[in-house]
């Protein structure tokens, strides 16, 4: 399993930790009107998932934000935001922060998404920072499990890698 801290302290990460090759593993997530997204329903596309703990915090934020500007210049890639956020709360971000085209999915009702990647922060029940390319045909060609919870993820490596599983 991927070493992680979140400010500083080791944290238990529960579920499969996903590498380069592996064929993606399925999930469902709650959208913010409460419907039911799963892996299948973005089939055909390349994913980018961007892993926050919580979208209200700054580095979240700032996340969430670069990663739709730059993906939205990448033909036939898909930004999904997961957090174990409430998706009201989801919802009120977007609103809040005047984004139209931002997909956030919420995972706490089933810690789906938690356990098929291995994100799921045992002792905070957050998702750990990280970032998933997965390609049109349900490969994944780009894992990382950022290190510290409260540090940015590598944003150049994770657009590039969008760019070349088209």
């Given amino acids: ?28 997530v709650l959208a913010n009107d409460l419907s039911p997204v799963t892996l299948a329903d973005t089939a055909g596309k390349v994913r980018l998932i961007s892993v926050v703990p919580s979208i209200d915090t700054g580095v979240c934020d700032a996340q969430t934000r670069r990663f739709n500007e730059e993906a939205a210049k990448v033909d036939n890639v898909e930004v999904l935001t997961i957090s174990a956020d409430l998706p009201f709360a ?42 998933f390319v997965i390609d049109s045909n349900d490969k994944v060609t780009y ?24």
């Fill in 1 to 28: 399993m991927a070493n992680v801290t979140f400010k500083g302290n080791p944290v238990t990460l529960i579920g499969d930790e996903v590498k380069v090759g592996d064929q993606a593993p399925d999930f469902t």
């Fill in 90 to 131: 989801q919802k009120r971000w977007c609103a809040a922060a005047g984004l139209e085209n931002v997909k956030t999915l919420s995972d706490h009702r089933d810690f789906s998404f938690a356990k098929a990647y291995g994100v799921g922060i045992k002792e905070l029940r957050l998702l750990a920072r990280s970032v």
């Fill in 143 to 166: 894992v990382e499990y950022v290190g510290e919870g409260t540090d940015h993820p590598d944003y150049v490596a994770a657009i590039e890698a969008a760019k070349a599983a088209n």
